[in-house]
């Protein structure tokens, strides 16, 4: 194999490359991304850099010195792949020829239909974002965050303690349901009612109002919430529709193995766009967290530079981590199929918990709130019954 070309030049992508030369791999490599920007740190986008406690150098990836001896073409967006003439095409007619492919071209944020034409409407997934939101979050007034997750709760968080009248808007009845269950997506979303965040569940978001600036959120209840900022933090689309006709197999992303092959000799994919095989559950999963970017690719990488040749093994339990009104948030494993939840340690009313998920008495994901010890602990237990 003597080109490699890593489509997307963020955590996962780095992390492929870095894990290319790391496994031997001593041939030509590429990088591509969208961005100009070089690879950046993104969980700080919504909390400290967002705060103005980071600035933009604090979140570089590349460490000093550090030469990967690649060639990066940056700013550069991917528009299809051509599986037989082994080439990824670009919007400014370049094409990229080579023996092996990474996909790493992660996610983008959902927006909210016939938001475009306002200002004042945001969203958070990239470092341009950040910069605009945090520009317009030093004014003060009263922001609306439409999405109660993960994203929505940091920037929430964040304005609060920047000043800001803050009011968060869910459509499911629970936040973070999803991800923790009913039960603990309650305990920790009442952080927002806590410090005087409005928290509005169950109703949906109709419309926004305003004619060049937003002015209100209009909810399908017919109520009108007043707003001089929005954020819109409803989730994340897979960026795979550049490699529409190609002959991957796309499926809420790329459909992957356990390790990362796709459907097509010498490509696989990582990241947020990749929804790997989950050998535990049976099914695929894409994971769209922080320490999936940066453990994944080794085994993906692996398998590129084997042809397949390699015994997939069982990625590690997901985690990932959240930082609210002070409170360090973790999380590992998967709620979903979790048929109890217990409070092993603390007490929810205090936000100081660890609680355990089991299914059929094994745990199967575990929560921390002010826990870190603990929580470490139990982490390592699922890691070493996986």
């Known amino acids: 194999m003597r080109t490699v070309a890593v489509v997307g030049a963020s955590l996962a992508g780095l992390s492929a ?13 590429v990088l591509i991304g969208d961005e100009t920007h070089r690879p950046y ?41 051509d599986a037989t003439a082994r080439a990824v095409r670009l919007a400014d007619g370049r094409e990229i020829r080579a023996d092996g492919f990474v996909i790493a071209t992660g996610a983008a944020a959902r927006r909210l239909p016939g938001s475009d034409g306002l200002t004042g409407v945001h969203v958070l997934r990239t470092l341009d974002d950040a910069r605009a939101l945090r520009d317009e979050l030093a004014r003060g007034g009263r922001l609306v965050v439409i999405g109660g997750g993960f994203v929505g709760a940091e920037v929430a ?80 689309r897979p960026c795979v529709e550049w490699l529409e006709g190609s002959g991957i197999t796309l499926d809420d992303g790329v459909k992957c193995g356990a390790d990362g092959r796709t459907s097509l000799s010498g490509v696989v994919a990582v990241g947020d766009c990749a929804n790997w095989y989950d050998p535990r559950a049976g099914r695929h999963r894409r994971v769209e967290h922080w320490t999936g970017a940066q453990e994944r690719p080794a085994a993906a990488v692996a398998t590129l530079l084997a042809g397949g040749a390699v015994e997939p093994g069982v990625p590690r339990p997901p985690y990932f981590w959240s930082d609210q009104y002070g409170v360090k948030i973790q999380f590992a494993g998967h709620a979903a199929g979790a048929d109890s939840v217990t409070v092993e340690e603390g007490a929810p009313d205090d936000r100081n918990v660890l609680a355990v998920y089991r299914r059929a008495g094994q745990p199967v994901a575990v929560l921390g709130m002010n826990q870190p010890r603990l929580f470490t602990r139990w982490r390592k237990q699922l890691a070493a019954a996986s």
Do not use: N
């Not at 490359?17 to 490599?29: E, F, I, M, T, V």
């Not at 969980?43 to 060639?71: I, M, V, Y």
């Open 157 to 236: 968080s964040t304005a609060y303690a920047l000043g800001l009248d803050v009011t968060v808007v869910e459509a499911a009845p629970t936040p973070l349901a999803a991800p923790l269950g009913r039960e603990m997506g309650g305990i920790v979303s009442a952080l927002h009612l806590d410090h005087g965040v409005r928290l509005l569940c169950g109703v949906g978001v109709k419309g926004l109002s305003g004619e060049r600036k937003v002015e209100a959120v209009l909810l399908e209840d017919g109520r009108s919430i007043p707003a001089d900022l929005v954020v819109v933090g409803v989730g994340a």
């Open 17 to 29: 490359a870095r894990s290319l030369r790391k496994q031997g791999y001593d041939g030509r490599l």
């Open 41 to 81: 740190d993104r969980p700080p986008l919504s909390k400290e850099f967002l705060a103005g406690g980071l600035g933009e150098a604090d979140l570089a990836l590349e460490t000093d010195g550090e030469d990967l001896g690649a060639q990066w073409l940056l700013g550069a967006r991917a528009t299809g792949l």
